[in-house]
């Protein structure tokens, strides 16, 4: 089982940054991969950044934050970041961290994060 608490959503006016955090509550050697997802109202929920754990730390972005968007990982503090600059109002929605255990391929999921872009 892995737990998966997220921080760092509020409400930023267009242009503007936030980071975005997701600790896991195990080893983050134990996972094959994290990243976030997010889910605006009416839509499907969608993948915005992964970075791997277990193969070195490759990056990948969704084509509308590509560019505008860091993932990273602190392994001390088994946690996961995702800078997001130049915020659009498009962006609002609720950004969800997700992680995979190594041994078992099983997914995990946060509790969800609240994003607002606007003025």
């Known amino acids: 089982q892995v737990q998966l608490v997220e921080s760092g959503g509020g409400l930023v006016q267009p242009g503007g940054s936030l980071r975005l955090s997701c600790a896991a509550s195990?080893?983050?050697?134990?996972?094959?991969?994290m990243g976030w997802y997010r889910q605006a109202p009416g839509n499907e929920r969608e993948l915005v950044a992964r970075?791997?754990?277990?193969?070195?730390?490759?990056?990948g972005y969704a084509s509308s934050v590509k560019g505008r968007s860091t993932i990273s990982r602190d392994n001390s503090k088994n946690t996961v970041y995702l800078q997001v600059n130049n915020l659009k109002p498009e962006d609002t929605a609720v950004y969800y961290c997700y992680a995979t255990l190594l041994d078992t391929g099983v997914a995990y999921w946060g509790q969800g994060t609240q994003v607002t872009v606007s003025s």
């Open positions: 195990v080893s983050i050697f134990r996972l094959s991969r």
């Open positions: 970075i791997s754990v277990s193969g070195g730390g490759t990056t």
